[in-house]
T-cell receptor, first 116, second 111 residues
Framework: GAVVSQHPSWVICKSGTSVKIECRSL??????MFWYRQFPKQSLMLMAT?????????EQGVEKDKFLINHASLTLSTLTVTSAHPEDSSFYIC????????????FGPGTRLTVT | AQKVTQAQTEISVVEKEDVTLDCVYE???????LFWYKQPPSGELVFLIR??????QNEISGRYSWNFQKSTSSFNFTITASQVVDSAVYFC????????FGAGTTVTVRA
């Protein structure tokens, strides 16, 4: 159990366009979802935390107008990279936390974004 | 201040050697969780272990073992008799409600 999927697994887009990444909890309800970004050979950095039905909380330095997060249901959160630029190219990983335990966090397989 | 420090950036060993990855953490909370994750070249994080702050028992799982010492705020990870398939980046992480990752240690096991 506790499977989290991401779609797409990789995407290439042109500079200036927007890209949407989906994160789904397949067999549990995720009251909280997290979005991380990982640049090559670096660690995972938390971008934002989203709770179902409320606005996401962004970490310092993350532009909320650029990285739009929507957590419309207990099984789906989306990250939209608006007006993407090459510096947004990265590996984006989501995770989901089930309501029953605040310390259980399940990770998706990641989405590799390349902006040309 | 960095919450999780993994002092070793890269470790290279020959197959069958033991590998120990160090992890030192910092938190003011009394309740927290510590994790180790493996990230192979595919990128997907593989959960290895979770340990809560009240459980200082060491744990062994096959060739993997973990040594948690609250007194020194360390949670070290040892791979015994390493294999080529162990080659990956290993992350230590601290969850005191928000998950903070260490910088990671790249382990390369040569045949």
């Amino acid at each position: 159990g506790a499977v989290v999927s991401q779609h797409p697994s990789w995407v290439i887009c042109k500079s200036g366009t927007s890209v949407k990444i989906e994160c789904r909890s397949l067999d549990f309800q995720a009251t909280t979802m997290f979005w991380y970004r990982q640049f090559p050979k670096q660690s995972l950095m938390l971008m934002a935390t989203s709770n179902e039905g409320s606005k996401a909380t962004y970490e310092q330095g993350v532009e909320k107008d650029k990285f739009l997060i929507n957590h419309a249901s207990l099984t789906l959160s989306t990250l939209t990279v608006t007006s993407a630029h090459p510096e947004d190219s990265s590996f984006y990983i989501c995770s989901a936390r089930a309501g029953r335990s605040i310390y259980e966090q399940y990770f998706g397989p990641g989405t590799r974004l390349t902006v040309t | 201040a960095q919450k999780v420090t993994q002092a070793q950036t890269e470790i290279s060993v020959v197959e069958k050697e033991d590998v120990t990855l160090d992890c030192v953490y910092e938190t003011r909370d009394t309740t927290y969780y510590l994790f180790w994750y493996k990230q192979p070249p595919s990128g997907e994080l593989v959960f290895l272990i979770r340990r809560n702050s009240f459980d200082e028992q060491n744990e062994i799982s096959g060739r993997y073992s973990w040594n948690f010492q609250k007194s020194t705020s360390s949670f070290n990870f040892t791979i015994t008799a390493s294999q080529v398939v162990d080659s990956a980046v290993y992350f230590c992480a601290l969850d005191d409600y928000k998950l903070s990752f260490g910088a990671g240690t790249t382990v390369t096991v040569r045949a």
